[in-house]
């Protein structure tokens, strides 16, 4: 058993006792010889701490109040090693590896023992903070092309870093422009980063939201310049950013590269939290939590305490998703709120609206859902090569289109006949990236095509911000919500017939969820 030290923080779900025979056998069927190719790792909590086991070794650790949080290097003294046996799979945790995009391409589709797992022990410690988490967390192999989900050629969800690195890019009013650097920051960061750009009041703890697990990262922000009137968020779902930062580079993505040149991108990128999924990492964007602290677990998930599955990631759920959330979940948007008494807040296209004053899904959930065109035939920023045989670049055109319209209609001060006041915040979610770069991959011609498509909306916006003479009192920040990883067609399977072989009862929700005996 683990001693029970005083200043030790035990996960709020662990395997029970009862449980824990067949975890034993379930381990021994997914880290065995037959699933090496398609399971990286499996992690979960029990007995007061947390164990990541792969086919080469195991790591237990646990976690102690006090200490500093979650650093830039991935370094968190709050964590204490208790055992390694054989080669831990959370040796390396460097958030530099396999960037830029030359070091990507040179190791695609790393095997374990040659990728490295950012922030990897609060990332797992995090997720069986929530009652609902799984009993145990399986994580596929960066090679593995998901058979079910259609044979994606792009893949996320795990901790490896080309899964979990999102681009990011802060530029504007009162932010220093230091063009690219060698850095990295995580997801959760960018929430109270954001608040102290625009001059929110932090407690003393330095908080900007309550309950907020990420820090500010105070040398982004000029401290002697005025803060910023006006805020614009820009999130490119699902975005590789080895690839973002080269097509800026080469002039692919001229839009992005402007905003580079005026400020600060972080060559390492921003890192999502486990599971590197849409909606929990968009959820940690907006709020500063982690997702087993803000409640929106994953794509979907089984609620113990109601014996239901919860599913958030459907075009039939992302507009009531954030009812899953944590009671009182505290937002961006609260906190402008809370600092600009007068402040006038947008959310498009983003279903982590709490708190905004406008939201693209308000209409949803009111029944006024805006015209969506027929067709994405003839709209602007579109790539005809790819809208007319790919269903899903289709959509996301036509989905980005009405965004794009969303926010420019916003920012001229009227939209279907509304008008609204100039935005102190305005959040743009974009989605075609995410459907391209699961289809071709993040190297793939379709994949390009996204971002120039995005780019070209991006400008639109810009232009937009220029015609209404508040271009220079406006910050800008660019990021996603996970990476985007190129998987092996070769390397496909399911873990769940050998689970079923060898009589272990279990759910497996949103494909990594194990919930066993169910």
């Known amino acids: 058993m683990t001693s029970p030290d005083a200043d030790v923080l035990p996960p709020a779900h662990q395997l029970t006792p009862e449980l824990e025979e067949v975890a034993d056998r379930a381990l021994a069927v997914l880290t065995g010889p037959d699933l090496d190719p398609i399971v990286d790792m499996v992690v979960w909590a029990h007995d007061g701490a947390y164990e990541a086991r792969s086919h080469d070794g195991r790591v237990r650790f646990r976690r102690r109040d006090g200490g500093s949080a979650a650093a830039a290097d991935g370094g968190d003294s709050r964590y204490e090693v208790l055992e390694i046996v054989g080669t831990s799979p959370l040796a390396d945790q460097r958030t530099d590896h396999l960037a830029p995009l030359e070091a990507e391409l040179a190791g695609l589709h790393p095997h374990r023992s040659a990728n490295s797992y950012p922030f990897a022990y609060d990332h797992i410690a995090q997720l069986f903070d929530h009652p609902a988490a799984p009993d145990l967390c399986v994580l596929h192999s960066a090679s593995h092309n998901w058979e079910d989900q259609g044979g994606h050629r792009g893949e996320h969800g795990s901790l490896g870093v080309v899964q979990a690195r999102a681009p990011f890019v802060l530029a504007g009013a009162g932010v220093r422009d230091r063009g690219m650097v060698p850095r990295a920051l995580r997801v959760v960061d960018v929430a109270p980063t954001l608040a102290a750009l625009m001059g929110c009041p932090g407690d003393d703890a330095g908080r900007y939201l309550h309950g907020q697990d990420g820090r500010v990262v105070a040398d982004l922000i000029d401290g002697g310049s005025r803060p910023p009137e006006h805020v614009i968020g820009f999130l490119f ?167 794009t319209e969303q926010a420019l209609g916003i920012l001229s001060g009227s939209y279907r006949g509304v008008g609204y006041p100039r935005p102190k915040f305005l959040w743009i979610n974009f989605a075609l990236t995410d459907s391209a770069m699961h289809e071709g991959g993040p190297h793939s011609e379709v994949a390009a095509a996204s971002i120039r498509d995005s780019d070209a909306r991006l400008g639109e916006i810009l232009a937009a911000v220029e015609r209404a003479g508040s271009f220079d009192r406006t910050a800008f920040v660019l990021v996603a919500d996970h990476g985007m990883e190129e998987t092996d067609p070769a390397v496909r399977g399911d873990w769940g017939p050998a689970l079923r072989d060898a009589g272990i009862r279990f759910r497996d929700e949103a494909y990594s969820f194990l919930y066993l005996d169910e």
């Not at 692919?252 to 905003?259: D, Q, S, T």
Request: hydrophobic share 40%; net charge negative; with cysteine.
């Open 237 to 403: 779902d699902g975005t590789n950013a080895n690839v973002l930062y080269a097509m800026a580079a080469s002039g692919a993505a001229p839009n992005v590269a402007r905003l580079i040149a005026m400020g600060t991108a972080y060559a390492h990128g921003a890192i999502a939290a486990l599971p590197t999924i849409t909606l929990a990492n968009h959820t940690s964007i907006i709020t500063g939590r982690l997702p087993g602290h803000h409640g929106i677990l994953n794509n979907a998930w089984y609620d113990r305490s109601t014996a239901t599955q919860v599913i958030t990631n459907s075009s039939d759920t992302w507009a009531s998703a954030m009812g899953h959330a944590t009671a009182g979940l505290d937002s961006l948007h609260h906190a402008v709120h809370r600092a600009f008494r007068d402040a006038f807040t947008a959310s498009v296209n983003e279903p982590c609206d709490l708190g905004a004053d406008y939201s693209t899904f308000d209409f949803f959930r009111r029944g006024e859902i805006p015209p969506i065109p027929e067709s994405p035939d003839g709209l602007p920023h579109s790539t005809e090569r790819f809208v007319r045989p790919s269903k899903d670049y289709g959509w996301g055109t036509i989905v980005d289109h009405m965004g």
